[in-house]
Protein backbone atom coordinates (compact mmCIF):
# COMPACT_ATOMS: atom_id res chain seq x y z
CA UNK A 1 0.00 0.00 0.00
CA UNK A 2 2.52 2.19 0.90
CA UNK A 3 4.35 1.96 -2.51
CA UNK A 4 1.23 2.63 -3.99
CA UNK A 5 0.79 5.85 -2.62
CA UNK A 6 4.38 6.36 -3.28
CA UNK A 7 4.09 6.02 -6.68
CA UNK A 8 0.56 7.74 -7.17
CA UNK A 9 2.38 10.94 -5.05
CA UNK A 10 5.78 10.71 -7.64
CA UNK A 11 3.04 10.83 -10.49
CA UNK A 12 1.57 13.59 -9.49
CA UNK A 13 4.88 15.67 -8.84
CA UNK A 14 5.65 14.56 -12.32
CA UNK A 15 2.44 15.64 -14.16
CA UNK A 16 2.21 19.10 -12.19
CA UNK A 17 5.79 19.62 -13.14
CA UNK A 18 4.89 18.92 -16.71
CA UNK A 19 2.08 21.35 -16.71
CA UNK A 20 3.74 23.79 -14.96
CA UNK A 21 6.66 23.12 -18.04
CA UNK A 22 3.57 24.06 -20.39
CA UNK A 23 2.18 26.86 -18.39
CA UNK A 24 3.71 28.14 -15.68
CA UNK A 25 1.31 27.93 -12.35
CA UNK A 26 2.84 31.84 -11.75
CA UNK A 27 2.23 33.64 -14.60
CA UNK A 28 3.40 37.76 -15.53
CA UNK A 29 1.98 40.76 -13.65
CA UNK A 30 1.23 42.31 -16.43
CA UNK A 31 -0.98 45.48 -17.58
CA UNK A 32 -1.17 48.22 -20.18
CA UNK A 33 -1.59 47.43 -23.68
CA UNK A 34 -0.20 49.46 -26.78
CA UNK A 35 -0.48 49.31 -29.99
CA UNK A 36 2.14 48.88 -33.25
CA UNK A 37 2.06 48.91 -36.81
CA UNK A 38 3.75 48.46 -40.08
CA UNK A 39 3.78 47.62 -43.93
CA UNK A 40 6.00 45.11 -46.41
CA UNK A 41 5.55 44.57 -50.15
CA UNK A 42 4.44 40.84 -49.39
CA UNK A 43 2.80 39.33 -46.81
CA UNK A 44 5.27 38.38 -44.09
CA UNK A 45 7.16 35.40 -42.90
CA UNK A 46 7.65 37.01 -39.70
CA UNK A 47 6.94 41.07 -38.19
CA UNK A 48 9.97 43.00 -37.05
CA UNK A 49 8.30 44.30 -34.55
CA UNK A 50 11.13 46.10 -33.05
CA UNK A 51 11.58 47.90 -36.22
CA UNK A 52 8.29 49.53 -36.33
CA UNK A 53 6.45 53.00 -34.79
CA UNK A 54 4.70 52.37 -31.63
CA UNK A 55 1.49 54.04 -30.32
CA UNK A 56 2.06 53.56 -26.55
CA UNK A 57 -0.08 53.91 -23.35
CA UNK A 58 1.74 56.48 -22.30
CA UNK A 59 1.23 58.34 -25.20
CA UNK A 60 -2.27 58.16 -25.42
CA UNK A 61 -2.66 59.01 -21.88
CA UNK A 62 -1.66 62.56 -22.80
CA UNK A 63 -4.49 62.89 -24.93
CA UNK A 64 -6.79 60.91 -22.43
CA UNK A 65 -5.77 60.57 -18.82
CA UNK A 66 -8.34 58.40 -17.97
CA UNK A 67 -6.94 55.58 -20.30
CA UNK A 68 -5.42 52.21 -19.14
CA UNK A 69 -5.18 50.96 -22.29
CA UNK A 70 -5.45 50.37 -26.26
CA UNK A 71 -5.60 46.81 -27.66
CA UNK A 72 -7.94 45.18 -30.25
CA UNK A 73 -6.58 47.15 -33.35
CA UNK A 74 -8.47 46.61 -36.66
CA UNK A 75 -8.10 48.90 -39.29
CA UNK A 76 -9.35 50.57 -42.63
CA UNK A 77 -7.91 52.38 -45.38
CA UNK A 78 -10.55 54.84 -47.44
CA UNK A 79 -8.98 56.92 -49.82
CA UNK A 80 -5.64 58.55 -48.09
CA UNK A 81 -6.79 58.05 -44.87
CA UNK A 82 -6.23 55.42 -42.45
CA UNK A 83 -8.66 54.53 -39.96
CA UNK A 84 -7.50 52.56 -36.84
CA UNK A 85 -10.39 51.52 -34.08
CA UNK A 86 -9.25 49.85 -30.75
CA UNK A 87 -10.50 49.18 -27.39
CA UNK A 88 -10.51 52.20 -25.34
CA UNK A 89 -10.30 50.87 -21.86
CA UNK A 90 -10.60 53.85 -19.07
CA UNK A 91 -10.94 54.26 -15.47
CA UNK A 92 -15.26 53.46 -15.93
CA UNK A 93 -15.90 49.59 -15.50
CA UNK A 94 -16.54 49.22 -19.65
CA UNK A 95 -14.17 49.89 -22.33
CA UNK A 96 -15.32 51.97 -25.09
CA UNK A 97 -14.40 51.80 -28.80
CA UNK A 98 -11.39 54.65 -30.05
CA UNK A 99 -10.73 55.98 -33.39
CA UNK A 100 -6.28 56.49 -34.66
CA UNK A 101 -6.30 58.50 -37.69
CA UNK A 102 -3.30 58.83 -40.17
CA UNK A 103 -2.68 60.31 -43.36
CA UNK A 104 0.65 58.55 -43.80
CA UNK A 105 0.49 55.02 -42.01
CA UNK A 106 3.35 56.38 -39.36
CA UNK A 107 2.03 59.00 -37.61
CA UNK A 108 -1.53 58.43 -35.90
CA UNK A 109 -3.59 60.92 -34.41
CA UNK A 110 -5.98 60.32 -31.86
CA UNK A 111 -9.45 60.99 -32.84
CA UNK A 112 -11.48 60.17 -29.40
CA UNK A 113 -14.18 58.00 -28.69
CA UNK A 114 -16.74 56.23 -31.47
CA UNK A 115 -18.77 54.20 -30.04
CA UNK A 116 -19.76 53.44 -26.36
CA UNK A 117 -22.55 51.50 -24.76
CA UNK A 118 -24.18 50.69 -21.34
CA UNK A 119 -21.98 46.81 -21.55
CA UNK A 120 -18.22 46.22 -22.45
CA UNK A 121 -17.10 46.63 -26.27
CA UNK A 122 -14.00 45.27 -27.45
CA UNK A 123 -12.45 43.78 -31.21
CA UNK A 124 -13.89 46.02 -32.70
CA UNK A 125 -13.60 44.43 -36.35
CA UNK A 126 -14.49 47.40 -38.90
CA UNK A 127 -15.28 46.33 -42.89
CA UNK A 128 -16.43 47.86 -45.94
CA UNK A 129 -19.39 45.53 -47.65
CA UNK A 130 -21.04 47.00 -50.41
CA UNK A 131 -19.61 50.26 -50.12
CA UNK A 132 -20.91 50.56 -46.32
CA UNK A 133 -18.72 50.45 -43.28
CA UNK A 134 -19.94 47.66 -40.57
CA UNK A 135 -18.52 46.90 -37.17
CA UNK A 136 -18.61 43.62 -35.22
CA UNK A 137 -17.19 44.28 -32.12
CA UNK A 138 -17.08 41.97 -29.23
CA UNK A 139 -20.60 42.71 -27.45
CA UNK A 140 -20.40 39.47 -25.17
CA UNK A 141 -22.51 41.56 -22.46
CA UNK A 142 -25.01 42.26 -24.64
CA UNK A 143 -26.01 38.28 -24.60
CA UNK A 144 -25.53 38.87 -28.11
CA UNK A 145 -23.27 39.38 -31.42
CA UNK A 146 -24.47 42.43 -32.58
CA UNK A 147 -23.52 44.11 -35.78
CA UNK A 148 -23.42 48.05 -35.96
CA UNK A 149 -23.52 50.33 -39.04
CA UNK A 150 -21.42 53.52 -39.59
CA UNK A 151 -23.87 56.58 -40.61
CA UNK A 152 -21.52 59.14 -40.65
CA UNK A 153 -17.96 57.16 -41.29
CA UNK A 154 -15.93 56.78 -38.81
CA UNK A 155 -18.60 58.32 -36.55
CA UNK A 156 -22.16 57.54 -35.66
CA UNK A 157 -22.32 53.64 -35.16
CA UNK A 158 -25.95 51.95 -34.87
CA UNK A 159 -26.91 48.15 -34.12
CA UNK A 160 -28.31 47.42 -38.14
CA UNK A 161 -28.67 43.62 -37.34
CA UNK A 162 -28.37 40.81 -34.25
CA UNK A 163 -26.11 37.94 -36.12
CA UNK A 164 -26.58 35.81 -33.03
CA UNK A 165 -29.09 35.93 -30.02
CA UNK A 166 -28.50 34.38 -26.32
CA UNK A 167 -24.89 33.79 -26.38
CA UNK A 168 -22.08 35.23 -24.71
CA UNK A 169 -19.21 35.08 -27.29
CA UNK A 170 -15.94 36.56 -27.65
CA UNK A 171 -13.88 37.82 -30.64
CA UNK A 172 -16.46 36.91 -32.96
CA UNK A 173 -14.15 36.92 -36.81
CA UNK A 174 -16.04 37.76 -39.88
CA UNK A 175 -15.78 36.31 -43.60
CA UNK A 176 -18.03 37.13 -46.31
CA UNK A 177 -17.81 37.03 -49.87
CA UNK A 178 -19.75 36.02 -53.01
CA UNK A 179 -19.40 32.54 -52.52
CA UNK A 180 -18.10 32.39 -48.75
CA UNK A 181 -19.97 34.11 -45.60
CA UNK A 182 -18.44 32.62 -42.45
CA UNK A 183 -17.65 33.81 -38.78
CA UNK A 184 -15.59 32.22 -35.56
CA UNK A 185 -16.52 33.06 -31.68
CA UNK A 186 -15.23 31.34 -28.45
CA UNK A 187 -16.90 30.92 -25.00
CA UNK A 188 -15.34 30.31 -21.71
CA UNK A 189 -15.00 27.20 -22.05
CA UNK A 190 -12.15 27.40 -24.62
CA UNK A 191 -13.79 26.14 -27.82
CA UNK A 192 -14.28 27.91 -31.00
CA UNK A 193 -17.33 28.13 -32.63
CA UNK A 194 -17.97 28.06 -36.70
CA UNK A 195 -20.95 29.94 -38.36
CA UNK A 196 -21.97 30.04 -41.78
CA UNK A 197 -24.03 32.05 -43.81
CA UNK A 198 -25.67 33.04 -47.41
CA UNK A 199 -24.82 36.30 -46.69
CA UNK A 200 -23.92 39.26 -44.16
CA UNK A 201 -27.71 39.37 -43.46
CA UNK A 202 -28.31 35.92 -43.43
CA UNK A 203 -29.29 33.52 -41.16
CA UNK A 204 -26.35 32.91 -38.89
CA UNK A 205 -25.89 28.97 -38.17
CA UNK A 206 -23.83 26.50 -36.56
CA UNK A 207 -21.55 24.39 -39.08
CA UNK A 208 -22.03 20.75 -38.80
CA UNK A 209 -18.36 20.80 -36.96
CA UNK A 210 -19.34 23.16 -34.52
CA UNK A 211 -15.98 23.38 -32.62
CA UNK A 212 -13.50 24.37 -35.11
CA UNK A 213 -10.52 24.65 -32.19
CA UNK A 214 -10.70 24.24 -28.62
CA UNK A 215 -7.89 24.60 -26.00
CA UNK A 216 -5.33 27.13 -25.10
CA UNK A 217 -5.37 28.15 -29.10
CA UNK A 218 -9.10 28.61 -29.35
CA UNK A 219 -9.99 32.42 -29.51
CA UNK A 220 -9.59 34.47 -32.79
CA UNK A 221 -6.80 37.20 -32.65
CA UNK A 222 -7.57 39.53 -35.77
CA UNK A 223 -9.01 39.47 -39.28
CA UNK A 224 -9.48 36.28 -41.64
CA UNK A 225 -7.11 36.77 -44.69
CA UNK A 226 -8.09 35.62 -48.03
CA UNK A 227 -5.31 34.16 -50.34
CA UNK A 228 -4.92 31.68 -53.04
CA UNK A 229 -4.90 28.92 -50.63
CA UNK A 230 -7.76 29.78 -48.68
CA UNK A 231 -8.18 31.71 -45.21
CA UNK A 232 -5.78 32.32 -42.78
CA UNK A 233 -6.72 32.82 -39.00
CA UNK A 234 -4.59 34.83 -36.36
CA UNK A 235 -5.72 32.59 -33.01
CA UNK A 236 -4.32 34.06 -29.70
CA UNK A 237 -2.24 31.13 -27.77
CA UNK A 238 -2.50 31.57 -23.83
CA UNK A 239 -0.16 28.85 -22.55
CA UNK A 240 1.82 31.61 -20.70
CA UNK A 241 -0.73 33.16 -19.36
CA UNK A 242 -3.36 35.33 -21.74
CA UNK A 243 -2.01 37.65 -23.84
CA UNK A 244 1.11 35.85 -24.34
CA UNK A 245 1.31 35.17 -28.11
CA UNK A 246 -0.60 34.54 -31.54
CA UNK A 247 -0.66 31.49 -34.36
CA UNK A 248 -1.57 31.25 -37.67
CA UNK A 249 -4.13 28.80 -38.68
CA UNK A 250 -5.28 27.96 -42.02
CA UNK A 251 -8.77 27.32 -42.70
CA UNK A 252 -9.78 25.33 -45.69
CA UNK A 253 -13.26 25.29 -47.08
CA UNK A 254 -15.09 23.09 -49.37
CA UNK A 255 -18.66 22.73 -50.00
CA UNK A 256 -19.84 21.22 -47.10
CA UNK A 257 -16.72 20.61 -44.90
CA UNK A 258 -13.69 22.64 -43.72
CA UNK A 259 -10.23 21.66 -42.27
CA UNK A 260 -7.99 23.73 -39.85
CA UNK A 261 -4.57 23.72 -39.01
CA UNK A 262 -1.76 25.58 -37.31
CA UNK A 263 0.33 27.20 -39.99
CA UNK A 264 3.29 29.13 -37.73
CA UNK A 265 3.11 29.01 -34.07
CA UNK A 266 4.10 32.19 -32.10
CA UNK A 267 3.99 34.35 -35.36
CA UNK A 268 3.99 36.67 -32.52
CA UNK A 269 4.75 36.63 -28.92
CA UNK A 270 6.13 38.59 -25.99
CA UNK A 271 9.49 41.02 -27.21
CA UNK A 272 11.85 41.11 -23.92
CA UNK A 273 14.04 44.12 -25.29
CA UNK A 274 10.44 46.04 -25.79
CA UNK A 275 9.23 47.69 -23.19
CA UNK A 276 5.50 47.84 -24.08
CA UNK A 277 5.22 44.47 -25.56
CA UNK A 278 7.32 42.78 -23.17
CA UNK A 279 4.62 40.48 -21.55
CA UNK A 280 3.06 38.92 -24.60
CA UNK A 281 0.99 40.23 -27.57
CA UNK A 282 -2.11 38.89 -28.64
CA UNK A 283 -3.95 40.86 -32.54
CA UNK A 284 -3.04 41.60 -35.19
CA UNK A 285 -4.48 42.58 -38.68
CA UNK A 286 -3.29 42.69 -41.56
CA UNK A 287 -4.58 43.29 -45.13
CA UNK A 288 -3.41 43.79 -48.52
CA UNK A 289 -4.06 47.32 -50.06
CA UNK A 290 -2.54 46.78 -53.73
CA UNK A 291 0.00 44.52 -55.58
CA UNK A 292 3.26 44.52 -53.31
CA UNK A 293 1.47 46.64 -50.47
CA UNK A 294 1.20 45.10 -47.29
CA UNK A 295 -0.28 47.14 -44.28
CA UNK A 296 -1.10 45.64 -40.37
CA UNK A 297 -1.00 46.58 -37.07
CA UNK A 298 -0.88 44.70 -33.51
CA UNK A 299 -0.88 45.37 -30.04
CA UNK A 300 0.80 44.17 -27.18
CA UNK A 301 1.39 44.30 -23.16
CA UNK A 302 3.70 44.98 -21.05
CA UNK A 303 4.86 44.09 -17.44
CA UNK A 304 3.89 46.21 -14.56
CA UNK A 305 6.55 44.38 -12.42
CA UNK A 306 8.98 41.29 -11.56
CA UNK A 307 6.51 39.94 -9.63
CA UNK A 308 4.21 36.84 -10.87
CA UNK A 309 0.79 35.68 -9.77
CA UNK A 310 -0.40 32.84 -8.66
CA UNK A 311 -2.55 30.21 -10.72
CA UNK A 312 -2.52 26.54 -10.41
CA UNK A 313 -6.55 25.71 -11.58
CA UNK A 314 -5.83 27.86 -15.15
CA UNK A 315 -2.80 25.42 -15.91
CA UNK A 316 -4.42 22.67 -15.12
CA UNK A 317 -7.84 23.05 -16.77
CA UNK A 318 -6.11 24.53 -20.29
CA UNK A 319 -3.95 21.42 -19.86
CA UNK A 320 -6.51 18.91 -19.70
CA UNK A 321 -8.70 20.29 -22.75
CA UNK A 322 -5.82 20.50 -25.12
CA UNK A 323 -4.97 17.14 -24.28
CA UNK A 324 -8.38 16.08 -24.48
CA UNK A 325 -8.80 18.06 -28.17
CA UNK A 326 -5.04 16.56 -29.32
CA UNK A 327 -6.72 12.74 -28.56
CA UNK A 328 -10.33 13.15 -29.85
CA UNK A 329 -9.91 15.40 -33.08
Given at each position: ?K?Y ?9 L????IN ?15 G???S ?11 N?I ?9 N ?9 F ?15 K ?6 I???T ?7 T??G ?10 Y?Q ?6 E ?6 SK ?14 F ?9 S ?18 V????K ?10 L ?6 H ?6 M ?7 G ?8 LI ?10 G ?14 Y????E ?12 E ?15 NE???V?DG??L ?17 IDL???I??
Amino acid sequence: MKKYLISVLCLGILTLIIINYRTPFFQKDAGGWSIGYGGSTMYPAEITVKSNPIYSIEKLKLQNDSTVFLADPFFVKEKDTFYLFFEHKKTKSNADIGLLTSTDGKNYTYRGTVLTQKFHLSYPQVFKYKNEFYMLPESKQANAVLLYKAHHFPFDWRVCDTLLSNVRLKDPSIYVSDSLNVMVASDDKLNMYLYQADSLFGKWQLHDKSIAIMGTEARAGGRFFADAKGLILPVQNCTDGYGYGLSLYRFSFSKDSYSMKREIPFFLKAQIDIKEFNAGMHQLDIQQLGPNEFYYVYDGNQLISDSKKLNVWGPIKWTYIDLKNWIFN
